[in-house]
T-cell receptor, first 116, second 109 residues
C-alpha cells in the first residue's frame, strides 16, 4: 500500500467549469476526510465518510460541491461552476476508526486547484 | 480567536540549533496531531498524541492536557527540516481536525 493517493496533483480550470478530484485511501481505512487549504492558512474541514456514508459536511461545502464514496473505497469531490475563490489545495486523509479511536491518520499529497 | 494557536508564526534557525514550536488550544480534545508540510503541499503526519510525550528520531512532541498546550521540539536541526509545521486537534465529540495556521521553519546551513 502506497498511502493515500490523490489525482490529479494539479488542475487549472476556467471559471464556470466543473472539476472532479479523486482520493484513494489506505485500503483498510474506513474513514475518509476532505479538507481545503488556502494560501497561508491551515487546512479546513469539508466533509468526511465512514465507509460509504457521508456523516458530516461543513458549511464551507456549498451546493456547488458534492462528494461521494460509493463503495466505501475511493472518493470523489466534484466542484460545479468553479469560482476563483475555489482556488486552493484540496487534501484527502484517511484513518482506521475503531472503538472510538483513530489509527494511522494519513494525508495525501493534495490536489492544487487554480481557477482562472 | 482561533481554537488552535501556534507560535511563532515564522522561525529561522541555524543548522544544529534546538527548535521549539508551541501550540495552544481552547477546547477539550481527544487527540492532537503534529504535521509537516513541505512547499508543494503534501502533508506528513509526524505525531498523534493524547497524553505525555512521543519521540521519533530528532523530533519530540509533548502535550499537557491540563494546560491545553503542546510543543514540538527538533534537536540538531538541519536544513531539510525546513517546512511548515502544523498543529491540529480533534476536539472531544467531534470527528474533524481543527488546524492551526502553521509555523514556517527555515533552517539555514
Amino acid at each position: 500500500d502506497t498511502g493515500v493517493s490523490q489525482d490529479p496533483r494539479h488542475k487549472i480550470t476556467k471559471r464556470g467549469q466543473n472539476v472532479t478530484f479523486r482520493c484513494d485511501p489506505i485500503s483498510e481505512h474506513n474513514r475518509l476526510y476532505w479538507y481545503r487549504q488556502t494560501l497561508g492558512q491551515g487546512p479546513e474541514f469539508l466533509t468526511y465518510f465512514q465507509n460509504e456514508a457521508q456523516l458530516e459536511k461543513s458549511r464551507l461545502l456549498s451546493d456547488r460541491f458534492s462528494a461521494e464514496r460509493p463503495k466505501g473505497s475511493f472518493s470523489t469531490l466534484e466542484i460545479q461552476r468553479t469560482e476563483q475563490g475555489d482556488s486552493a489545495m484540496y487534501l484527502c486523509a484517511s484513518s482506521l476508526r475503531r472503538q472510538g479511536a483513530d489509527y494511522g491518520y494519513t494525508f495525501g499529497s493534495g490536489t492544487r486547484l487554480t481557477v482562472v | 480567536k482561533n481554537e488552535v494557536e501556534q507560535s511563532p508564526q515564522n522561525l529561522t534557525a541555524q543548522e544544529g540549533e534546538f527548535i521549539t514550536i508551541n501550540c495552544s488550544y481552547s477546547v477539550g480534545i481527544s487527540a492532537l496531531h503534529w504535521l509537516q508540510q513541505h512547499p508543494g503541499g503534501g502533508i506528513v503526519s509526524l505525531f498523534m498524541l493524547s497524553s505525555g510525550k512521543k519521540k521519533h528520531g530528532r523530533l519530540i512532541a509533548t502535550i499537557n492536557i491540563q494546560e491545553k498546550h503542546s510543543s514540538l521540539h527538533i534537536t540538531a536541526s538541519h536544513p531539510r527540516d525546513s517546512a511548515v509545521y502544523i498543529c491540529a486537534v480533534l476536539s472531544g465529540g467531534s470527528e474533524k481536525l481543527v488546524f492551526g495556521k502553521g509555523t514556517k521553519l527555515t533552517v539555514n546551513p
